[in-house]
């Protein structure tokens, strides 16, 4: 059985994309669980943090609520070393515009902090 990473150096010169069947397969067979292991965004970072390990949520907000349920375990990732980015807000249309005005994204990042500030605490 080949690994993921022998699995892509096989693959043409387009980006990676699984199909449908191949997510499924892959997330039935992942183990419940899994300890949370983003990699925080560096502390100095500038711009875009499109790339960095992140969550976005998109839908109504009592969807997004019933995920955030499920991601609990990200409360524990704000520590001396690293705090959240959380985002969470109502988005409009391009325009201004939108009918559904029943429109929210949220997002859930880990940054690296300056290293043990005095007066920290935990939530």
């Given amino acids: 059985m080949e690994t993921f990473s022998e699995f892509l150096s096989t693959q043409s010169d387009k980006p990676w994309s699984a199909t449908k069947k191949e997510i499924v397969t892959m997330w039935r067979n ?28 998109t839908g109504s907000s009592d969807f997004i609520k019933s995920i955030l349920s499920r991601f609990k375990d990200f409360l524990y990732k704000e520590t001396p070393d690293t705090k959240l980015g959380l985002v969470f ?27 043990h500030k005095k007066g920290f605490t935990q939530i």
């Fill in 30 to 57: 992942l183990q419940p669980n899994l300890p949370l292991m983003p990699r925080p965004i560096p502390k100095n970072s500038e711009g875009s943090t499109y790339g960095y390990d992140a969550i976005r949520i």
């Fill in 89 to 115: 807000r109502q988005t409009q249309g391009k325009h201004g515009h939108d009918p559904n005005q029943n429109k929210y994204v949220c997002y859930i990042s880990v940054i690296e902090r300056a290293k």
